[in-house]
């Protein structure tokens, strides 16, 4: 299901998944980005539901190192440059990207942690 918010379209069962693990951790924050639903920590940007994928922000060396995976790409929001330090995630299913958030932190309390 895509949702429209003003004139621009992002997956809600994405956002409402990544809502039920993110927003558990006190210190993140929902907003947006250019528009669509996005996640701060510290009042800095991370992530974001983007059109049907989800974005995220992460080192260079990593993003380097993801970008070798089928499912993730060079983020380039509205068709501008490449962003060196975030990648887009595609999945059709929703629910994996709660898998990989509890695969990599395990809890809302880990990812607490990683972010400081």
């Not at 995220?56 to 929001?77: C, G, M, T």
Request: hydrophobic residues 35%.
């Amino acid at each position: 299901m895509v949702e429209k918010l003003s004139k621009l379209k992002y997956n809600a069962k994405h956002k409402k998944i990544l809502d039920s693990f993110l927003l558990n951790i006190p210190i993140v924050k929902p907003g947006k980005m250019f528009g669509y639903p996005a996640y701060y920590v510290g009042g800095k940007l991370f992530a974001s539901v983007y059109e049907d994928a989800v974005c995220v922000k992460v080192p260079e060396s990593l993003a380097n190192e993801l970008l070798k995976r089928e499912e993730i790409v060079h983020f380039q929001p509205m068709g501008r440059r490449k962003m060196r330090e975030w990648i887009q995630i595609n999945r059709n299913n929703s629910e994996d990207y709660l898998h990989a958030c509890m695969g990599t932190y395990g809890s809302p309390t880990e990812i607490r942690y990683s972010w400081k």
